[in-house]
């Protein structure tokens, strides 16, 4: 079950390298047909992908329906960062009444990354010149570059590259050259790649702190406040005594800013309110809402 699953083992089978016996792969359409402790499922989804098989059987969202007593094996190890996502399923499918085994009741996998050891018995055998580590964080790039050297590579010939930087391959040696524009591409909507990491802190900013807006009335001529700033709350809670001294403190900062202009170019009122504001919610709420300001000239 799963797109990636019967593609790879489709691969295999066509290579050579899986050989299934005669009447052993059932047609799903088959399935109903079959005594349900005659069958076993391969599945996708061991790391918790919400759109995987695996993920939507938990969840009765698949044709394929796990029922009470049934037995889900998840031979994986657990990648950090997907701890939320396996454990949610672990729960779904304990709720359903199904008994999962996996790696923290029983030893039930063996990872298939090599060792220090397997590494250095490739690296003996290989004897390469070159040596380029790629998968894992900085900490297993690095182990692996040691790896290499301690097996004789020239330490001037391991290359570590990140995502996005060029390496050249000239006259038998690999070095790094250069660096291009790379990383994540964004979906939001309808458009593609509009989106920044810079939107989606933001939105999580918005999502996790609120919004505030303040509506302030300024005179062009001097920029002193006309009438006390209002402020509008969003997924923001604040009493309205606090708002008046967070009110007192924006007017504040107004007078402030004009006393100390002395001549000198003046500065946005929009920004020193929002700065204001925002420095009055981390002191007092310990809190960082958006806040944005709207000045309308008196």
Not at 27 to 45: A, M, N, P, Q, W
Not at 93 to 119: C, R
Not at 252 to 271: C, I, M, T, V
Request: with cysteine.
């Amino acid at each position: 079950m799963g797109r990636s699953m019967v593609r790879n083992m489709t691969i295999a089978a066509d290579l050579g390298y899986l050989n299934i016996p005669q009447g052993l792969l059932v047609d799903f359409k088959k399935l109903e047909r079959s005594d349900d402790h005659k069958v076993v499922l391969i599945c996708t989804g061991s790391q918790g992908e919400p759109m995987a098989a695996l993920s939507r059987m938990a969840n009765k969202d698949h044709a394929i329906r796990i029922s009470e007593g049934d037995t889900v094996l998840l031979a994986s190890s657990l990648i950090p960062g997907n701890e939320n996502a396996i454990y949610g399923i672990i729960n779904a499918l304990t709720e359903i009444g199904a008994n999962v085994v996996h790696k923290g009741n029983a030893k039930v996998h063996v990872s298939g990354h090599a060792s220090a050891g397997e590494l250095a018995y490739c690296y003996n055998i290989v004897k390469p010149r070159n040596v380029m580590p790629v998968h894992g964080e900085w900490r297993h790039l690095r182990a692996n570059s040691e790896i290499a050297v301690a097996t004789g590579v020239d330490p001037r010939n391991v290359v570590i590259a990140q995502d996005g930087v060029t390496v050249d391959l000239v006259r038998g040696r690999a070095t790094l050259s250069g660096k291009v524009e790379a990383g994540l591409v964004f979906v939001d909507g309808d458009s593609v790649g509009g989106i920044t990491e810079e939107d989606l802190r933001e939105r999580r900013r918005l999502a996790e702190e609120g919004v505030v807006t303040v509506l302030a009335i300024i005179d062009p001529d001097n920029g002193d406040i006309v009438e006390a700033p209002e402020f509008f709350t969003k997924g923001f809670s604040c009493s309205d005594e606090d708002l008046d001294k967070a009110g007192a403190a924006v007017e504040k900062a107004l007078r402030d800013s004009a006393s100390n202009r002395q001549g000198g170019r003046r500065q946005d009122p929009e920004d020193i309110i929002e700065r204001a504001t925002a420095n009055w919610m981390r002191r007092y709420y310990n809190r960082q809402p958006v806040v944005s300001a709207i000045v309308v000239d008196a």
